[in-house]
């Protein structure tokens, strides 16, 4: 299995809200981890699989402690809260400077969550909803130990050159300037747009292009709909068919095109950074509680 690793370079895309739909619907066990050093939203918004609100304690904040003597994959589930719907989280800090807590930790917490595949109970991949991330975020220490990192962007020309340059500059970073080699090394860099679904085909090509014309190392693997309503329903402040909606719709097709570009590597070892998935219990349904959607799951910034 593997570690996802989702962020945006500025402004606000809504990378909790794409995080959380794409947990929501992803075919094998999942464990949302929100690791923004900025501080979480699901805690605010959400309610717990018991009713009642998230406990901002158990989460982020409690592993930290944890982490300091040593971290083993399985002891994640000891800090993990599912939300009504079940989606299993690890709830983000409370603000900001609380991630001085988790000084020197992030490649720590990075091996455990690309390990979780050989936790002996509950294997899962991880989606880390990383937030906005510049070149010093403490976050980034996550991305050697991702399989996958996707950039999100809505597609204003300003986000566009935003994110082109923010896939250069992690190319360089993680793949040691390797530029315009894509499959060059681990973790791959994806780009996922939050578009309109009418133009998101062309959208699409035309990033597509661009990126691989600026020899970034990143391609657009997908786009996630651009829809208020279904982002309202995904926090649960508006009631509908959530899975009808198209934020839920175009969130299935990016997990089945990601599945099957690079599902058959997630399944086998690929080296000591632990980039792999042992190919362990799937999941057997579409998302948490057996429906794909989390009962009021929040979406984000």
Not at 34 to 55: F, K, M, Q, W
Not at 129 to 140: F, N, W
Not at 172 to 180: C, E, I, S, V, Y
Not at 267 to 278: E, L, V
Request: glycine share 12%; with cysteine; hydrophobic share 45%.
């Amino acid at each position: 299995m593997a570690l996802i690793a989702l962020a945006a370079d500025k402004g606000s895309p809504g990378v909790t809200t794409a995080a959380v739909a794409l947990a929501a619907v992803w075919p094998r066990r999942v464990l949302l981890a929100e690791t923004d050093p900025a501080g979480g939203d699901l805690v605010y918004r959400s309610a717990a699989a018991h009713g009642g609100p998230l406990n901002p304690n158990t989460g982020m904040l409690s592993i930290a402690a944890t982490a300091r003597r040593g971290l083993v994959p399985d002891q994640l589930w000891d800090h993990v809260q599912p939300l009504s719907g079940g989606l299993e989280v690890l709830v983000g800090l409370g603000i900001s400077e609380q991630a001085a807590g988790l000084a020197g930790l992030w490649p720590t917490l990075g091996r455990a969550f690309a390990s979780l595949a050989d936790s002996p109970n509950a294997p899962a991949d991880v989606i880390a909803d990383c937030g906005r991330i510049s070149g010093d975020s403490p976050a980034t220490e996550l991305f050697q130990h991702a399989a996958l990192v996707l950039l999100l962007s809505r597609t204003e020309p300003e986000a566009i050159a935003r994110v082109r340059d923010r896939a250069a500059a992690l190319s360089n970073k993680l793949h040691g300037g390797a530029r315009g080699a894509a499959n060059a090394g681990m973790p791959l860099i994806g780009v996922v747009l939050v578009a309109d679904t009418n133009n998101a085909a062309k959208l699409s090509g035309q990033v597509n292009d661009m990126l691989v014309h600026a020899q970034t190392g990143a391609r657009v693997v997908g786009t996630i709909a651009d829809d208020p309503a279904g982002a309202d329903q995904l926090a649960g402040r508006r009631r509908g068919r959530l899975e009808k909606s198209l934020l839920i719709r175009s969130a299935r097709k990016v997990t089945s095109d990601l599945y099957q570009q690079f599902g058959a590597a997630w399944s086998m070892p690929t080296g000591p950074a632990g980039h792999h998935s042992a190919g362990h219990h799937p999941a057997g349904h579409d998302g948490p509680a057996g429906t794909g959607m989390p009962g009021h799951a929040g979406a984000g910034r």
